[in-house]
Nanobody
Framework: QVQLVESGGGLVQPGGSLSLSCAAS????????MAWYRRGPGKQRELVAT???????NYADSVKGRFTISRDNAKNMVYLQMNSLKPEDTAVYYC??????????????WGQGTQVTVSA
């Protein structure tokens, strides 16, 4: 029903910036809460940021003030702008689409992930 494809990962130096993109399929993109998760080496999956259909955002404490999540419903895209990157930001970043209301139904979809490596 929903397919997600992440892009924009790569290697960046500490203090640098990187932008991730997630392209979503489907005409119902706007009803989903979108999120970025990440999984670092030997770590559990961590919720990084969320953005609702109404464009309300939330961030993990570890990225507040450094990362910005945004969405463009007309283009079925969600973005993650990452600034002031730290080595501990190194992880595979995953795009997620979620819905769970009586009006929207239930859905939970994941992209394949994109690698972000922060290293001097």
């Amino acid at each position: 029903q929903v397919q997600l494809v992440e892009s924009g990962g790569g290697l960046v130096q500490p203090g640098g910036s990187l932008s991730l993109s997630c392209a979503a399929s489907g005409s119902a993109f706007s009803i989903y809460t979108m999120a970025w998760y990440r999984r670092g080496p030997g770590k559990q999956r961590e919720l990084v940021a969320t953005i609702t259909s109404g464009r309300m955002t939330n961030y993990a404490d570890s990225v507040k003030g450094r990362f910005t999540i945004s969405r463009d419903n007309a283009k079925n895209m969600v973005y993650l702008q990452m600034n002031s990157l730290k080595p501990e930001d190194t992880a595979v970043y995953y795009c997620n689409a979620y819905k769970n209301t009586v009006w929207t139904g239930i859905g939970d979809y994941w992209g394949q992930g994109t690698q972000v490596t922060v290293s001097a």
